[in-house]
């Protein structure tokens, strides 16, 4: 008997040497595995649902990653060629937004570095911190094929999901359109309606009249003469107001009838709106009157969409009031515009009552912002056929859900979906991989490109501000317009910028100086940029303008052909910059150039290089310093022959590209492993993410091999704290399985882990189960201590041992025959997934049945000379093969004591193995 037997089982001498020993012997490889003749070459795989690169181990991992762990050692026990596939998310807004908290606390900003800068160091964090929970699953005992570890942002990873989006595209299920969106301001990206989470917040409930257009006949109520002749509706949002198109009543509403078609006049806006009917209004919330605001509310949008009404965007993407919300509330915050509206709805006794009202709140999952409903230019994968293909695989039996409770979500979700909004507006992750001509519509795919070009206008000045006509006028930035100027030059490192073109009056030549001085670029002036020149209009605000010129010339300086006294027309200014950039284009052909300008000058270059007309071109001001990028191509548009693209810069949902994990990780389409191992057996994941990435799996794997990705979906317990609340980190309430493996041991955490897991219920977390796995592990380590004292001085052949003597004593029939039934039970527990009943078995027999008493018998079976030699067979025989069936739930003591027990010897230094098997790989039965 080894002398490591002589003291108390620790498994900190245990784990580490353990798990070293697995590494070494390769067998966690399927390709170095033995296998079971019968089985020849027979696969079982799993990938494992990739981590985030952010994260780190918590009870849902530590429960999930056991899990699949005792499925591949049951397997590979059994001699099936098992492959347990690891690997990372890129975890687009979750990484961007750890790498920037790290940069703030630098005090610099990713606009400060330049989206190349700031992907550089999002990869260095990934290289620094991105696999921590990968070692941590090592340390849970994870026997994992670490020589295939995978990563989204992979370069052939990247290729498949390109691949994809291709292949959609080409079908015409990809496409881009304006669509309500939930906007989160933080993070300034479009987000699913599964990536939101919601807060019960304390609010009011503003009941707000709306004026009926004059008409004497009409009165809500007409046996009251004098009833004022408005309508109340009640919001919880009574900024959004200020862009409603109609107040909504349900056709049912007996009270409202009279009044569908009537025209209310909007407060503060004093706009014309219609009052319409409509099925989507609950005539029991508020007054039964809702307001209409399509820009900015689903529901809304709907309705908007079925009576044709206007569409008024009020908030920007900056989570900022915008120009549409009128004097009163442009460039306020949400919340300061809702007081402003509040004020003056009371000044004009418009608000009928205030009431405290509660209510839930959608937030971005990852920042905790308020999310608002806006309009965005986003790409969208249709997903009528795609879901029909994911109902079908559950539907037909192919798919099966462990619990089978957890279809009907399923179903419900994908009966019931809506076009997947797939693009996000960040800078890390898979990016569109697609290019827009600049003239037309048509996308090209893959173009070479000669050069990149960026258009930036000149920062703000105290003129800007004073909305004067500046013209040839010279005029210097101000403050802001610096600071401007230098954030621009921030945006634009790492895009090897050759030449800065710009025009030579002040505001811009100070703007060029500045980002040329910041980049280290060649800087030339060219006065054909300048700005259109105002004559006798120059340095006029637009009211002295009127004064001055009279209402009937300023408007004709608004036309194509109309100019000033001494000054241009937009025609002579289109022609002049126009001249100007083809020329640049021709001489500088291979070169990255930065053009700064002014922003009358960029919009005539943007009326020619986009096709835009001259009204559209003359309304689309760029901001001070806002960038256009543009892309030279060698190759021309077909459909126009244009030779000027313009990037695609969104990325995709982080679960557009992890929805190919089970076949991209494979090497998917003709790789040896996608072959071997796909498709894959079974998935074990949270139910929080059925919709956000098990479905989209199934219809991706169907729509691109042919074949579903796995047969099950285990959907694992949520681990609740023990008075059944989520675990909060935050709140003090999470648990860091790292600390009950230092505390307690891998083992014993395990055992905690799955002796909770019964009946697919939520766990109420209780530590006192790790404690018990502890205990468990003792008696594990005592009983061996005992039988191995016993049968020190007999030979025993091997571990497969079975027993010839018919000399068997009661206590030895039951003992076999209760092993013989335990082995079958945890066995079928185990293939139908009820780990917790599996072990609770286990746990039952070995402690009660072997220990308390058989090994109590055998005390006595051992001094008797023709019940000995058998007793000692029986008691190898029951642990060995106990030992085995344990090795799954608790690998580490499992594999020490097997390399311990006789017939086997150590494993040499080099990590060779002698003369023997790891316990990994022994024959199941």
């Known amino acids: 008997m080894s002398n490591s037997f002589d003291k108390p089982y620790n498994p900190k001498d245990v784990e580490e040497k353990i798990y070293e020993f697995w590494e070494k012997s390769g067998y966690f490889n399927p390709d170095n595995s033995p296998q079971n003749s019968e089985l020849k070459s027979q696969s079982f795989s799993i990938v ?14 530590a429960l999930n990653a056991t899990i699949q762990d005792i499925l591949i050692r049951k397997k590979r026990m059994e001699g099936y060629k098992t ?92 496409y881009k359109a304006e669509r309500i969106v939930n906007w989160c301001s933080r993070c300034a990206t479009s987000l699913s309606d599964l990536e939101l989470e919601y807060k019960e917040v304390e609010s009011s409930l503003y009941y707000i009249k709306y004026p009926i257009k004059s008409d004497p006949k009409l009165r809500i109520h007409p046996n009251d003469p004098n009833e004022p002749e408005y309508i109340t509706v009640a919001t919880t949002r009574p ?65 908007g969409e079925r009576n044709k009404l206007e569409i008024h965007k009020i908030i920007g993407q900056n989570g900022r009031m915008t120009s549409e919300a009128g004097a009163i509330c442009d460039g306020l915050k949400i919340s300061e515009c809702r007081e402003k509206v509040i004020e003056e709805l009371q000044k004009l006794n418009l608000i009928e009552k205030i009431e405290p009202y509660k209510h839930n709140v959608a937030v971005c999952y990852r920042c905790d912002t308020v999310i608002e409903p806006l309009p965005s230019l986003q790409w969208f994968l249709k997903m009528g056929e795609l879901a029909k293909m994911a109902i079908d695989e559950v539907k037909s039996g192919r798919v099966k859900f462990h619990p089978q409770k957890w279809e009907g979500v399923y179903l419900n979700w994908l009966e019931n979906v809506k076009d997947w909004c797939v693009s996000r507006q960040i800078w890390w992750g898979h990016k569109v991989p697609l290019l827009k001509c600049a003239s037309c519509d048509e996308f090209l795919i893959e173009p070479k490109i000669k050069s990149h070009w960026f258009i930036i206008r000149h920062g703000e000045t105290d003129w800007n501000k004073e909305q004067r006509w500046m013209g040839h006028e010279e005029i210097p930035l101000n403050e802001t317009g610096r600071k401007q100027a230098k954030e621009a030059a921030g945006q634009l490192k790492g895009k090897n910028i050759d030449l800065i073109i710009s025009s030579d009056l002040a505001r811009c030549k100070e703007t060029a100086e500045i980002i040329a001085e910041e980049l280290k670029a060649e800087l030339i002036f060219d006065t054909a940029l300048r700005e259109r020149h105002g004559g006798i209009a120059q340095g006029t605000t637009k009211d002295e303008r009127i004064t001055k010129l009279g209402e009937h010339l300023v408007n004709a300086l608004g036309t194509y052909e109309g100019k000033p006294e001494g000054g241009e027309s937009w025609q002579d200014l289109e022609k002049r910059v126009l001249e100007s950039f083809n020329r640049h284009k021709s001489d500088h052909k291979h070169k990255n150039v930065i053009i700064v300008s002014h922003g009358g000058s960029i919009r005539m270059l943007k009326k020619n290089i986009n096709n835009l007309s001259f009204e559209d071109a003359k309304q689309n001001v760029p901001k001070n310093t806002e960038i256009t990028e543009l892309l030279i191509s060698e190759e021309k548009c077909k459909k126009c022959d244009s030779d000027i693209l313009t990037p695609e810069n969104d990325v995709l949902d982080t679960w557009f590209s992890s929805a190919l994990w089970p076949f991209a990780t494979l090497g998917w389409p003709d790789s040896k492993d996608f072959k071997d191992f796909y498709p894959t057996q079974v998935l074990s994941t949270a139910r929080d993410i059925i919709n956000l990435w098990v479905a989209r799996m199934i219809f991706s794997g169907v729509e691109f091999t042919g074949k579903q990705p796995f047969s099950d979906v285990i ?26 493996i230092e505390k307690y041991g891998a083992d014993a955490t395990r055992f905690g882990l799955i002796w909770q897991a019964m009946g697919g219920q939520d766990i109420h977390w209780a530590e006192e189960h790790v404690m018990a796995g502890k205990k468990f592990c003792n008696k594990i380590w005592n009983a061996t201590r005992f039988v191995l004292q016993q049968i020190k001085d007999i030979k025993i052949q091997n571990t497969e041992y079975q027993i010839q003597d018919t000399n068997l004593s009661e206590a030895d029939k039951q003992i076999l025959e209760k092993f013989k039934n335990t082995k079958e039970s945890v066995s079928n527990q185990i293939d139908a997934f009820e780990f917790g009943q599996a072990l609770h078995d286990l746990y039952e027999f070995f402690w009660k049945d072997f220990c308390d008493v058989y090994l109590e018998a055998s005390k006595q079976q051992l001094t008797t000379d023709n019940q000995k030699q058998t007793t000692q067979q029986i008691l190898f025989y029951v642990l060995a093969s106990s030992i085995k069936l344990l090795h799954p739930f608790m690998p580490f003591i499992t594999e020490e004591i097997w390399q311990n027990l006789p017939a086997h010897h150590s494993f040499s230094e080099g990590g060779t193995v002698e003369n023997k098997k790891a316990l990994i790989v022994e024959n199941w039965q």
Request: hydrophobic content about 40%.
């Open 48 to 61: 494992v649902p990739p981590p985030n690169i952010t994260g780190s181990l918590h009870m849902g991992h």
């Open 83 to 174: 492959l347990w596939l690891p690997g990372t998310d890129h975890a687009g807004i979750a990484t961007q937004n750890v790498v920037e908290k790290d940069l703030k606390k630098q005090g610099i900003s990713r606009h400060d570095l330049g989206k190349e800068k700031f992907l550089e160091k999002i990869w260095e964090w990934k290289e620094k911190y991105g696999h921590i929970i990968l070692n941590q699953f090592k340390k849970l005992g994870a026997s994992m094929d670490w020589s295939r570890t995978r990563f989204t942002m992979d370069p052939d990873y990247q290729e498949a999901v390109k691949k994809v989006f291709l292949h959609y595209h080409e079908k015409g299920w990809m």
């Open 239 to 303: 900024e959004t107001m200020l862009g409603d198109s109609a107040v909504a009543v349900n056709p049912k509403d007996e009270k409202y009838k009279s009044l569908v078609g009537k025209t209310l006049i909007l407060p503060i806006m004093e706009r014309e709106i219609p009052i319409v009917s409509d099925f989507l209004i609950d005539a029991s919330f508020g007054t039964g009157a809702v307001k209409v605001t399509p820009a900015h509310d689903f529901t809304d949008a709907e309705i």
């Open 715 to 740: 959907i694992h317990a949520t681990i609740l704290t023990k008075d059944g609340k989520r675990m909060s980190k935050s709140l003090g309430t999470g648990i860091d399985p790292m600390t009950l």
